[in-house]
């Protein structure tokens, strides 16, 4: 692949990045979240087309049509989230789209399963039954079935994302002897991983992006040293030019919190969560996908129900599992999902700021819409939304547009917490810094602020206080000036003992 | 339109690379416009249908009794149309309608009704719509069952009693007050009494559907419901709302019908749900929800109506008029579908 280029409405996923696989190797891509890698695979497996940039494929240019075509061409992709049909068995859903038949329809389902079961012992795993149901699989197991999956068609490539993130130590080795497997008979593999010491353990060569761009290509896997990886991995760059934070002796002068969360757990997420903000203050929950911190922001909204534990505003309790109490209380979310969970696509900016405050510009379910569209319009302003017109279609604003009317919509409701999910996912590298002085004016004017984010540099330059969650425990709190990226990765990858 | 450049806007922080320049009004008229397009166009259909029907039938067609009776029919399926576009726009659907017509109508014209007079059997008419409104919309919002299934169990189980209650008979209306309503020279305000109920439906529907907070979250729970709960929507008292109000549009239609046809039977409204939501999505209506429209709905009725009536007028047997209702909803959906994918980015 070579200067291939991709963007979507508002952000520029990849900017002309190479790559370049041999058969027989293990090729690992390297890079933080938002990097460009799945969009990179994407294209490789025929799901996005890309903008610009030519593939070629066994010296050949070719164009990757559909997955179908990557698939015929010999490019299998096992995704993070696996794409299992869980109620079919598990050798239906090996051959799903290529069954063998008899007579060009009808399914042979013991040849299926027979061809099932040989793969997956060539894997390692003959315990597996290929009549069973997906659905009662473990992770694990489930993580197998799809590789097989791949397996089944006359593969070239395979290309793996985060293969081990769902697995145990033990059943990675067993991933590791069939990555091997695989690269002795030939096949090239794509391989995507945050753990270095895997890519250590069986990569060949490395490829980091960063920003949509790749900034090393073809590194040797097992000599380059961990500190040029990372370096290149979060070189700092536009991206993070933070607001400066008013004088910490101003803040630390004992104001009352005003979110207060006292032992909040809930089975199986996170456990035993205790933190406060106070007005004016920005919290920073640091750590892995996977270790609770959306839960976390969605139980403290209401969005889910504790098993235990309370959340109180200014000293209230608020009702346990319920978004009106929350947002009555002056709660606000700016959910991770911004699409999925935050905006209504279909409409206009001013209908999507001032959803949450409809009957204050109501008499008696009346609306007042001119008073609506002013109030809208002085919040977006406020926020410097562009483009400054409030009948625009929520649906045509960039990313970081997006996330400001949906800040415009707890603005405009004078709320007092504001709980923000991954708030520049989505957004223009360039865009964020504007992002983030709106966060911090926002905190300056009196909110208190809880910040979500995968991305440990946009945590630790932007909160006052960061809070390392891993596994749902928080296992290390402290000024975000007394830590730096290196610790907090420290801290939530290997597990390090609390200090 | 042009917005003048505010102060703020002028001096906001302009950041390096700030967001590339695609912000300027790139699509924003072409969202409010469609709407208004797609009705034109549909007047446009009922246009032609109308120099259909004079120029194949010229005595019959244009004759003002027909065009009343064009109306007058129109009327019942329209008033349930518009209770069916709150709850499409919100994302759900309603099959019981037609059953509900008719369990209303037949509960309205026993005989044990009919000794309250008008005001019993308009009563009972409503009051058995809300009911039933009121059941599926606890089902759905509250016993978190699937709107499809619900009002399915809900069409069965409401024909069922339907046709228990009149065991299979036609009950005659006698209230004269009642019969008076239906007579082809009735008139209330120089208009149809049917007519004006179906015009202050539609325009109470649209009020309610664009200038109140009450259409603003039907529109926001159709659009993204996950969204809107979590803007503070209390969507499930919502969602029990938008039933309620199926069901009572259901029992008005029903007391109309019974005003046109003196009569109250358990075979009342039959299939009345499709021809709802057919005349919704034509209208414009996302069946996905998020995007209502009752002007457009209206005019999806009058296009089926005059069909109606056209086919009728020349002798035309009901199976084409069905083939051709299919064919139209097939073409606007088709357009639809173009319509929805310019939408969703």
């Known amino acids: ?499 | 339109m042009t917005q003048p450049v505010s102060p703020a806007q002028r001096h906001q922080q302009d950041t390096p690379a700030a967001t590339p320049a695609k912000t300027p009004a790139r699509q924003p008229a072409r969202l409010g416009l469609r709407p208004d397009v797609r009705n034109l166009s549909l007047l446009g259909v009922l246009a032609v249908l109308v120099a259909v029907g004079g120029f194949t039938r010229p005595d019959q067609f244009l004759d003002s009794g027909n065009l009343q009776l064009v109306l007058t029919q129109a009327s019942v399926i329209g008033v349930v149309t518009v209770g069916m576009t709150f709850v499409i726009t919100s994302g759900g659907i309603d099959l019981s309608v037609g059953a509900i017509v008719a369990l209303a109508s037949v509960w309205a014209t026993t005989l044990a009704t009919q000794e309250y007079g008008f005001a019993g059997i308009l009563f009972t008419a409503v009051v058995v719509g809300l009911a039933c409104g009121l059941v599926n919309g606890l089902l759905i919002a509250y016993g978190g069952m699937v709107p499809f299934i619900a009002t399915l169990a809900m069409l069965a189980s409401a024909r069922g009693l339907a046709l228990q209650i009149t065991d299979g008979k036609t009950q005659i209306v006698t209230v004269e007050s009642v019969l008076d309503l239906g007579i082809p020279d009735a008139y209330v305000l120089g208009i149809p009494p049917l007519v004006l109920v179906f015009a202050v439906v539609t325009v109470v529907g649209w009020l309610l559907l664009n200038r109140t907070t009450f259409g603003r979250r039907t529109v926001a729970v159709g659009g993204n419901a996950e969204a809107a709960r979590l803007a503070g929507i209390d969507v499930r008292r919502q969602r029990l709302y938008l039933y309620l109000l199926s069901g009572l549009c259901c029992g008005i239609a029903a007391f109309l019908l019974v005003v046109l046809s003196g009569s109250g039977q358990n075979t009342n409204g039959n299939l009345y749900e499709l021809d709802a939501i057919a005349a919704a999505i034509i209208g414009g209506t996302l069946l996905s929800g998020g995007r209502g429209t009752i002007v457009g709905s209206v005019l999806g009725v009058l296009v089926f109506t005059t069909i109606t009536n056209i086919f009728a007028l020349n002798n035309l047997q009901s199976d084409v008029q069905q083939i051709a209702k299919g064919a139209i909803i097939v073409a606007a959906v088709l357009v639809q579908r173009r319509t929805a994918r310019d939408g969703a980015t």
């Not at chain 1, 979240?33 to 497996?45: F, M, Q």
């Not at chain 1, 008979?185 to 960063?210: F, M, P, Q, W």
């Not at chain 1, 947002?327 to 001032?354: C, D, F, H, W, Y």
């Open chain 1, 1 to 499: 692949m070579s200067g291939i280029t991709k963007s979507f409405p508002g952000v520029r996923a990849l900017d002309g990045v190479d790559l370049e696989v041999q058969a027989g190797e293990v090729h690992c891509l390297l890079g933080q979240n938002g990097a460009g890698k799945s969009t990179l695979i994407k294209i490789l497996a025929g799901v996005h087309q890309p903008d610009g940039g030519e593939i070629s494929w066994q010296g050949a240019a070719v164009t990757l049509r559909s997955p179908i075509a990557a698939m015929r061409l010999g490019i299998a992709t096992i995704y993070q989230e696996l794409d299992l049909v869980e109620g079919l068995s598990v050798a239906e859903n090996i051959f799903l789209g290529h069954e063998p038949t008899t007579a060009g329809f009808v399914v042979r389902g013991r040849q299926a399963r027979a061809s099932a079961t040989a793969l997956l012992a060539r894997l390692g795993h003959a315990e597996i039954d290929a009549g069973g149901l997906v659905g009662s699989l473990s992770a694990a197991q489930q993580q197998i079935v799809s590789m097989a999956r791949a397996l089944s068609h006359d593969v070239r490539l395979i290309v793996m994302d985060e293969p081990s993130a769902a697995l145990d130590p033990d059943e990675v080795d067993n991933l590791f002897r069939i990555v091997a497997g695989l690269t002795a008979d030939g096949v090239a593999v794509v391989y995507i991983s945050h753990r270095l010491e895997e890519i250590r353990r069986i990569g060949d060569r490395v490829t980091v992006l960063k920003d949509g761009r790749a900034v090393a290509v073809g590194l040797p896997a097992k000599s380059t040293p961990t500190r040029d990886v990372v370096a290149l991995m979060t070189g700092r760059d536009v991206e993070y030019v933070f607001p400066p934070r008013p004088g910490d002796a101003a803040r630390a002068a004992g104001a009352e919190p005003v979110l207060r969360v006292e032992g909040l757990s809930r089975d199986g997420e996170f456990a035993a969560l205790d933190l406060d903000v106070r007005p004016g203050e920005i919290v920073g929950l640091a750590g892995l996908v996977g270790s609770g911190r959306s839960e976390v922001l969605e139980t403290v909204y209401g969005a889910r129900t504790p098993s235990t534990g309370r959340v109180l505003v200014d000293g209230r309790p608020l009702r346990p599992g319920s978004v009106r109490a929350a947002v009555r209380a002056g709660i606000g979310l700016a959910p991770e999902e911004r699409k999925a969970q935050g905006l209504l696509m279909l409409e206009s900016v001013t209908r999507n700021v001032s959803v949450s405050t409809l009957s204050r510009f109501s008499r008696g379910g009346w609306l007042d819409r001119r008073a609506e569209r002013e109030a809208a319009r002085t919040a977006t302003r406020e926020l410097s939304l562009r483009p400054d017109n409030p009948d625009a279609p929520v649906r045509t604003l960039s990313g970081g547009n997006q996330q400001k009317a949906v800040l415009a919509r707890w603005l405009l409701r004078g709320c007092r917490v504001l709980l923000l999910d991954e708030p520049t996912r989505g957004v223009d590298v360039g865009a964020r810094a504007e992002l983030y002085a709106v966060i911090r004016r926002l905190a300056d004017e009196g909110l208190a602020v809880l910040l979500v984010s995968s991305e440990v540099p946009e945590v630790l330059g932007l909160a006052d206080r960061v809070l390392v969650l891993r596994e749902g425990r928080v296992v290390h709190t402290a000024p975000a000036r007394e830590l730096d990226e290196h610790r907090v990765l420290d801290l939530v990858m290997e597990g390090s003992p609390t200090p």
